[in-house]
């Protein structure tokens, strides 16, 4: 299985961009996904997941800007962020989860190369 990350550059503080997430197996929809992020010397955090049936979770700091979403028919998920911050700087991973449990990084058995973003103020 292989996790294709795409979408990520430069934005300004206020402005938007989507990130996607293509993966290569069939069985796509049969797994919680999640995006990650990790800033410059600070560790890889939970941004937003999204679950078989579309559940979703958030982190406090994304709630109301960032939008997770998935198309089964294109084995793919996304990330909608709006209102960026410069704080929202980072690399972008998406990873796919064993089980629905967002906040346990430990269920994430694979991972996307990351997609880097950045938001100038």
């Known amino acids: 299985v292989q996790l294709q990350a795409s979408g990520g550059g430069l934005a300004q503080a206020g402005g938007s961009l989507r990130l996607s997430c293509v993966s290569s197996?069939?069985?796509?929809?049969?797994?919680?996904m999640g995006w990650f992020r990790q800033a410059p010397g600070k560790e890889r955090g939970l941004v937003a997941a999204?679950?078989?049936?579309?559940?979703?979770y958030y982190r406090d700091s994304v709630k109301g800007r960032f939008t997770i979403s998935r198309d089964t028919a294109k084995n793919t998920v996304y990330l909608q962020m709006s209102s960026l911050r410069p704080e929202d700087t980072a690399v972008y991973y998406c990873?796919?989860?064993?089980?629905?449990?967002?906040?346990?990084?430990?269920?994430?058995?694979?991972w996307g190369q990351g997609t880097q973003v950045t938001v100038s103020s």
């Open positions: 197996a069939r069985t796509f929809s049969s797994y919680p």
């Open positions: 999204i679950g078989r049936n579309g559940g979703t």
């Open positions: 990873a796919r989860s064993r089980n629905w449990d967002p906040s346990k990084e430990g269920l994430y058995d694979v």
